[in-house]
């Protein structure tokens, strides 16, 4: 069974825009963490936010937010006044403690930032 | 710049061929962690090391091999190397010391391509 799934392969913003990444994720683990990552077009990858199964609080890293639904599974990605540097593919990830917290990503989602 | 350091960038081989990738961890991190990235198969969990002993697998294939030696540095060795085994490969690092929540974040390093010609 797919574990994280990310639905949009392909997603524009204009440029200032607030844009929303939709993350979904599988588990019957009380205890997991979840990720963001940023891939730009160099290939690296930076990681980006971080929230835990047990945080009661959003997580917030300047112009990151996570969108945490615990109840819906959900753990989406908002990212505020989109710069064109924010052009990149992003992966959404999930360690289950359960899983000898093994991380697993997503398929993706590219984001396409427009002038 | 995450701190993990890969090498070499680029390695184009043959078929057949073994191959040794490296990777030094963040100062500090115990944990070191393969992945494979290609484009059909998406970002692929290897495996992990922490402080010199192997801590969880994933789908590491029999042909590849890794280990971390004492000084927290890892290889990943690839050997009878395919066409699809081209793909980017990262390393990351972590502290190692999992919270509640499996938190412990890893950092990446700039990876290695791996063409297979």
């Known amino acids: 069974a797919q574990k994280i799934t990310q639905t949009q392969p392909g997603m524009f913003v204009q440029e200032k825009e607030a844009v929303t990444l939709d993350c979904t994720y599988d588990?019957?683990?009380?205890?997991?963490?979840l990720f963001w990552y940023k891939q730009p077009s160099s290939g690296e990858m930076i990681f980006l936010i971080y929230?835990?199964?047990?945080?009661?609080q959003n997580a917030t890293e300047g112009r990151y937010s996570l969108n945490f639904q615990k109840a819906r599974k959900s753990a989406n990605l908002v990212i505020s006044a989109s710069q064109l540097g924010d052009s990149a593919m992003y992966f959404c990830?999930?360690?289950?403690?359960?899983?000898?917290?093994?991380?697993?990503f997503g398929a993706g989602t590219r984001l396409f930032v427009k002038a | 710049d995450s701190g993990v350091t890969q090498t070499p960038k680029h390695l184009i081989t043959a078929t057949g061929q073994r191959v040794t990738l490296r990777c030094s961890p963040r100062?500090?991190?115990?944990?070191v962690y393969w992945y494979q990235q290609s484009l059909d198969q998406g970002l692929q969990f290897l495996i992990q090391y922490y402080n010199g002993e192997e801590r969880a697998k994933g789908n590491i294939l029999e042909r590849f091999s890794a280990q971390q030696f004492p000084d927290l540095h890892s290889e990943l060795n690839l050997s009878s190397l395919e066409l699809g085994d081209s793909a980017l490969y990262f390393c990351?690092?972590?502290?190692?010391?999992?919270?509640?929540?499996?938190?412990?974040?890893?950092?990446f390093g700039p990876g290695t391509r791996l063409t297979v010609l």
């Open positions: 100062s500090g991190d115990l944990s």
């Open positions: 990351a690092s972590s502290v190692g010391k999992m919270g509640t929540s499996g938190t412990d974040t890893q950092y």
């Open positions: 990830a999930m360690r289950e403690k359960a899983g000898g917290f093994k991380t697993i």
């Open positions: 588990t019957s683990d009380p205890s997991y963490g």
């Open positions: 929230q835990g199964s047990y945080d009661q």
